[in-house]
């Protein structure tokens, strides 16, 4: 079993910045692949990035490459994703994904039912 717990969701100004935080416990982190989703209101959940399992590739949505960055500290259990020039359509519920699965192409990643742990999301409020 794998327990993720997101933090570093708020309210910011549209062009501003957050970083969102996902710390995982109860398994090899190491070991697995990390996403990032967000569900707005009223939308369907969405991929915004992941990190492969062994930090070797990310990818991201079209609509946050180049503003969004996804990281991940191995030695602390946490994966990042830094947001730069926030847009009010960034405005959402942004929850982190684990999934034991080895994949190596964006569909993948970006398939909701490719990850098999998820946390219980975090708000992102984006002024204009």
């Known amino acids: 079993q794998v327990q993720l717990v997101e933090s570093g969701g708020g309210l910011v100004q549209a062009g501003g910045s957050l970083r969102l935080s996902c710390a995982a416990s109860?398994?090899?982190?190491?070991?697995?692949?990390m996403g990032w989703f967000r569900q707005a209101p009223g939308k369907e959940l969405e991929f915004v990035a992941a990190?492969?399992?062994?930090?070797?590739?990310?990818y991201y949505s079209d609509s946050v490459r180049g503003r969004f960055t996804i990281s991940r500290d191995n030695a602390k259990n946490t994966v990042y994703l830094q947001m730069n020039n926030l847009k009010p359509e960034d405005t959402a519920v942004y929850s982190c994904a684990a999934s034991i699965h080895r994949y190596y192409t964006t569909r993948r990643y970006a398939n909701r039912e490719n990850y098999n742990y998820w946390g219980q999301g975090t708000q992102v409020t984006v002024s204009s």
């Open positions: 109860g398994s090899s982190f190491s070991s697995l692949s």
């Open positions: 990190f492969t399992w062994n930090g070797d590739s990310t």
